[in-house]
């Protein structure tokens, strides 16, 4: 999913396209994903003023199956357009965020596994500080974190319970797919993801992804 604008970055260029070590946000994402070797084929969805843009950037690392295709005016519309820009059967389909480039092969493994296993996965960081609701800017109460989870991607499902939420109706739009799939009483399994796998959303996302960028390459 490569259909940020850059909003929160306060830039004309969207995150996506930002530079890190020598390379956009989105082609480590997309590298990251051709180092693991296992995909059928990548869709890219993105904004349609920057079709042209994503094709450069990525015109010597796509093979022949992949496809960039325009992306809807929400998360959840991009998805489905995403979705529908290729055949599949029997199949596992991944979701990712490019702004997260810190993804490695054991991380894929990892959650297509389980997707096999469970159905749907994703990918998950364990909360280890204290949780508070607020109001008015004071603490109102504590939330018990031993079950609490930050969501990351990737995220998979398998196609036969893709047609399942394709096929529901439901009021409230999805933000990803473990809320797609909660929709329709669909448990998402959780699987550990690596530490540096972090979504660059604001300039100081970004600095703390140009520090660990050097870990990330040792890492993998």
């Given at each position: ?75 959840h519309e991009s998805t489905l357009k995403g979705i529908s820009a290729f055949n599949y059967e029997n199949d596992l389909l991944v979701f990712h965020d490019a702004a997260r480039p810190f993804v490695t092969s054991k991380d894929l493994d990892e959650v297509t596994n389980s997707a096999l296993e469970f159905g749907s996965s994703t990918l998950a960081e364990k909360i280890s500080e204290t949780i ?89």
């Open positions: 999913m490569s259909g940020g604008v850059g909003k929160r970055m306060n830039s004309d260029t969207p995150k996506q396209f930002l530079s890190l070590d020598g390379d956009s946000i989105l082609r480590h994402s997309i590298k990251n994903f051709k180092k693991w070797g296992l995909f059928k084929a990548i869709v890219i969805v993105t904004p349609e003023a920057y079709i042209e843009k994503t094709e450069s950037e990525l015109a010597n690392i796509l093979d022949d199956n992949d496809r960039i295709v325009i992306g809807g005016s929400t998360r508070v609701n607020s109001s008015l800017n004071c603490v109102e109460s504590i939330i018990n974190r031993e079950n609490a989870f930050t969501i990351k991607t990737p995220q998979a499902i398998h196609s036969s319970l893709l047609k399942k939420l394709l096929d529901a109706k439901y009021s409230i739009e999805p933000t990803d797919l473990c809320s797609w799939a909660s929709l329709i009483g669909l448990k998402t399994a959780i699987k550990i993801s690596n530490p540096y796998n972090i979504k660059i959303t604001t300039n100081d996302d970004l600095q703390k992804a140009e520090l660990f960028s050097k870990a990330f390459s040792i890492l993998e």
